[in-house]
């Protein structure tokens, strides 16, 4: 399922608040309609890239209420991703070596991988301050850090070894389960 999110910020509202209602709506719609799409309701997570791993995370770590009020009957459902997968995340430091005050990270925050280049300058801290937050919680989350690679480069083939990142990312889900 791919979620088109508000991302204009919203006077008065915190960034991710809009983006955020959208997300845990789309988790909720999802995973209440997981026997008709023929998924498994157990293995529905979050994915993101940049800003987008911002909210992936903040999803992962506000799930036990919606954020806006309910709708109907599929508001109902747990809210929460059993996966994360974040790539070249924004946003996610904090002040002083730490990770942003909206991200509540606990013990059951979901499993989590992350995906890095060195060369990201401006968003390094983000993925490792998550990380040792996420290993401190003793959450199970793994990051493939790279040497080289930059910001933005998806799926496309760059020559960079992080092009290999679909792959570990296949088998990290593998190993928690989450794929058969």
């Not at 309910?70 to 109902?76: L, M």
Request: glycine letters at 8%; proline letters at 7%.
């Amino acid at each position: 399922v791919l979620v088109k999110y508000r991302v204009p910020r919203r006077e008065g509202k915190e960034k991710h608040e809009a983006p955020l209602q959208d997300l845990q709506r789309a988790i909720a719609y999802t995973r209440s309609h997981a026997t008709e799409w023929k998924i498994d309701p157990g293995r529905i997570g979050v994915m993101g890239f940049s800003a987008g791993a911002h909210l992936a995370a903040v999803a992962s770590n506000h799930y036990s209420q919606a954020t806006y009020p309910k709708v109907d009957r599929y508001d109902e459902t747990s809210l929460r991703p059993d996966f994360c997968i974040l790539i070249y995340p924004a946003y996610l430091d904090g002040p002083n070596f730490s990770i942003a005050p909206e991200l509540k990270v606990t013990e059951n925050t979901p499993p989590t991988i992350l995906v890095q280049t060195q060369d990201d300058h401006r968003l390094l801290n983000s993925s490792l301050f998550y990380y040792y937050a996420l290993k401190e919680a003793g959450v199970p989350v793994a990051m493939h850090l790279y040497p080289s690679g930059g910001h933005g480069y998806g799926l496309r083939n760059t020559g960079d070894l992080v092009n290999e990142w679909p792959y570990r990312v296949l088998n990290w889900l593998q190993d928690i389960g989450m794929t058969r």
